[in-house]
């Protein structure tokens, strides 16, 4: 498994390690419990693997559907990073330390906001007209 640290994800195992995500995953201090939880996403990985040919057909192209997937990623982490901050950082109750960091997580948090509001316009002009 590896280090929670480590943010940079693995490419070659990106599907068969996101059953969960990281927001999530870090609340589990144990790491024996966050290892289990890994293995469990592993597993349903696995099974979808074995079984997506018995599942019916997506109602759109596999592509728009991982893009629409990575858009409701993109508008959860941009939720998330303000929900964490809170909307002003300086009245929350942040470490005074902490304060830059805070800042910072918002300026992200709207940069990811503008990236998923551009996908889901690109999303949009191409519904029916393929590129």
């Known amino acids: 498994m590896r280090d929670r640290r480590d943010s940079t994800p693995n490419p070659e195992s990106l599907d068969e390690t996101a ?3 990281e927001t999530f995953l870090h609340r589990f201090t144990e790491r024996k419990d966050r290892e289990a939880l890994e ?6 990985f696995a099974y979808w693997g074995e079984f997506q040919g ?3 057909d997506q ?14 990623d993109l508008e959860y ?12 950082p ?13 800042t910072k997580a918002l300026e992200v948090a709207d940069k990811l906001g503008d990236c998923a509001t551009g996908l889901a316009d690109m999303l949009r002009r191409h519904k029916n ?3």
Not at 39 to 44: I, P, Q, T, V, Y
Not at 59 to 72: C, D, G, H, P, T
Not at 77 to 88: K, N, Q
């Open 59 to 72: 109602q759109e192209s596999v592509l728009r559907a991982e893009f629409r997937a990575a858009l409701a």
């Open 77 to 88: 982490l941009a939720i998330f990073l303000r929900e964490v901050v809170g909307f002003a």
């Open 54 to 56: 018995h599942m019916p």
């Open 19 to 21: 059953g969960f995500r």
């Open 39 to 44: 293995r469990f996403a592993a597993l349903l």
């Open 90 to 102: 300086e009245a929350a109750s942040i470490d005074p330390e902490d304060l830059p960091l805070a």
């Open 129 to 131: 007209n393929p590129v």
